[in-house]
Nanobody, 118 residues
Framework: HLQLVESGGGLVQPGGSLRLSCVAS????????IAWFRQVPGKEREAVSC????????NFPQSVKGRFTISRDNAKNTVYLQMNSLKPEDTAVYYC???????????WGQGTLVTVSE
């Protein structure tokens, strides 16, 4: 059973950058398509970036395009989300999602909180 652990969240000033990490155990990420989601209390979870081959929701907010970049290091079984030029509206809990390329079974991490504020 694949387990995902996100890290790298925290408090950052507007205009700053953060890199989130998602480390997998119990399986190898090269068998999964990956996406990052975020959620604000009271709102639906929304996708913000995905790896190639991900066939889920790709309606990323226009506001994150050009600022958020996903990458992966299969040797480290880790996926990253680089976030630049952060804005207060990026404040949310960020989740890593891994979907098996054959079974389509999805796994979620526990989330990491990003707060963008002065």
């Amino acid at each position: 059973h694949l387990q995902l652990v996100e890290s790298g969240g925290g408090l950052v000033q507007p205009g700053g950058s953060l890199r989130l990490s998602c480390v997998a155990s119990g399986g190898t990420l090269d068998r999964y398509a990956i996406a990052w989601f975020r959620q604000v209390p009271g709102k639906e979870r929304e996708a913000v970036s995905c790896s190639s081959g991900y066939d889920g929701n790709k309606n990323f907010p226009q506001s994150v395009k050009g600022r958020f970049t996903i990458s992966r290091d299969n040797a480290k079984n880790t996926v990253y989300l680089q976030m630049n030029s952060l804005k207060p509206e990026d404040t949310a809990v960020y989740y890593c999602n891994a979907k098996h390329i054959v079974s389509q079974f999805e796994n979620w991490g526990q989330g990491t909180l990003v707060t963008v504020s002065e």
